[in-house]
């Protein structure tokens, strides 16, 4: 009995952690290629000292990549890797899938994305290298893309999402399965 409890989360923390990234990869392919789009299409995520120095709201072309992105983030690579996730798990757990796995699950692939985002995105590549490309014109050399803090805060501000997504998903995976 304990062996089979400690094959089944290591399947659910394997298959949350794996699509987690794979996710993450995709998310960070996503944001540089709108950034090469459009650089501002991220603009709401800057620290507010940055936006004002930027002087500008968000161009059409922003708003339209910005859409484009989210499209493509979370129905083109985050519904389609939730329900790959759900279907490799089930598989792992021989037809076994239930609420709580598929829940954790979920959380899971968005609490390693929003982990990524943060430390690797964030601080990372945005406040540690900040490559030119995720500069705004005119804001060079600001103190502020090396605020950590505020983009920890960020982080935890949408981590609610992680709770709500293993919910829905929970719910969704026991009543299908």
Known sequence: MLREVGVQWSAVLGHGLGYGLVLSVLFTAAVFAGAAMSRDF???DYPPAIQRRYGRPKSARGHRVALLF???????????????????????LHGDLDFLSAAVCAALVLATLTVWDLVVLDWIIFAGLRPRLLVLPGTE????????RFHLGAALKGSPLIVVVGLLTGGIATLIT
Not at 72 to 92: E, K, N, Q, S
Not at 141 to 148: S, V
């Open 42 to 44: 991220l603009l709401n």
């Open 70 to 92: 989210g499209v493509f983030i979370w129905a083109v690579c985050g519904l389609p890797l939730l329900v790959g996730a759900m279907i490799g798990l089930d598989g792992a």
């Open 141 to 148: 050399g600001m103190a502020e893309y090396r605020d950590l």
